[in-house]
Every structure is written in structure tokens, then in C-alpha cells.
């Protein structure tokens, strides 16, 4: 006996419940009627019997081409997962030393400037080395430093110091008025 290929859906003879709730393939009610009865008016139109909730009670079936409904549903997952993807925010990092240079800053600035313009977050994280530690207001003015050189962005919170660590999220600015 060959086998079948593995499909997520039963069709027509795979389908065991004497009972189906059946809709045409417009999603439009046909009513509650016998399995042998929505196969044959299947067969009439051309179609496949397909079980589509098969949890329901009774079971929902749609008189529609089998091969039709698979692209279609393909095609709604790739719209879903492509929906997802636009909305998701991620979160990029960006470590800094407290005695950056000038020109390293500007650089990591303009990456920054456009994450948050696509409306992604920054995770800033200065690391503080050695007898850097004592002196942490100096990753606080590299802070504001980063914000006064970045437009349409602010602090999403006050920035925290973690052992050797000062992070500060920033985020797209929300429009106030």
C-alpha cells in the first residue's frame, strides 16, 4: 500500500464523524447534515470535503478544492508572519567606554540615529574599567552627551549602574501635543 503524503486536513473519505457542520466555499452555512449526504453534494460540485475544525461539535467542513484551500491558507500564514516581523521592536546594543573619542561616538551615533528612526530600541551600555569605577557621572555626561547629539529620541528610563555597567534604554520619541 503506498502512502499517502502527510496533510494537515482530512478530505472526503478521511473524514469518520456521521455528523458535519458543512459550509460552502464562501464560509456561507449549509447547515448540520450527514457525512455520506456533504460527500456526495461534494462530488456534485466538483470539490473536496474538507475538515477544517475538527474539534467542534459537530465537526466543521467546507465544500471547497483541496489544492485551492492549502494555497490560500499557506498565503495567510506568510501575510501573518510578515504583519509580525514589521511590528516586532528589537532591541540593539551599543557599548561604550567612558573615554571614548570623538569621531568613534559620532559613528555609533549615526547607527543609532537609524535603528531608532525604523523605530527600533537602543540598549546603551557604558563599561566602566579600573579606577573608572569611582567616577561614574562621567558615563552619565556620555549619556546626555549621546542625547543631545540624537534627534527625536529619549530616555526610556533613568539610567541604571549595575556593578561595572551604566545602561540606559533609548527610544523613538512619542509625539506629545
Given amino acids: 500500500m503506498p502512502m499517502r503524503p502527510q496533510r494537515e486536513h482530512l478530505i472526503n473519505d478521511e473524514i469518520r464523524q456521521h455528523e458535519l457542520r458543512v459550509t460552502d466555499a464562501e464560509g456561507l452555512p449549509l447547515g448540520v447534515i450527514d457525512r455520506n449526504r456533504a460527500l456526495a453534494m461534494a462530488r456534485e460540485q466538483g470539490c473536496d470535503l474538507v475538515l477544517v475544525v475538527p474539534n467542534a461539535q459537530p465537526p466543521v ?16 500564514k506568510k501575510e ?17 567606554r567612558p573615554v571614548i573619542d570623538q569621531h568613534d561616538l559620532e559613528i555609533k551615533i549615526k547607527k543609532m540615529q537609524e535603528f531608532i528612526d525604523t523605530g527600533d530600541k537602543c540598549k546603551v551600555v557604558i563599561r566602566f574599567r579600573g579606577r573608572e569605577n569611582a567616577d561614574p557621572d562621567k558615563g552619565k555626561n556620555l549619556i546626555t552627551r549621546i542625547m543631545s547629539l540624537l534627534s527625536g529620541a ?15 534604554m533609548i527610544v523613538k520619541q512619542k509625539n506629545v501635543r
Avoid: M, T, W
Avoid at 61 to 76: A, H, N, P, S, T
Avoid at 80 to 96: A, M, N, T, Y
Avoid at 154 to 168: M, T
Fill in 61 to 76: 467542513c467546507k465544500l471547497i478544492e483541496y489544492g485551492k484551500f492549502v494555497y490560500e491558507e499557506q498565503k495567510r
Fill in 80 to 96: 501573518q508572519e510578515r504583519k509580525h516581523r514589521e511590528s516586532r521592536i528589537d532591541i540593539k546594543e551599543f557599548q561604550f
Fill in 154 to 168: 529619549q530616555l526610556e528610563n533613568n539610567p541604571e549602574l549595575n556593578s561595572n555597567r551604566l545602561i540606559a
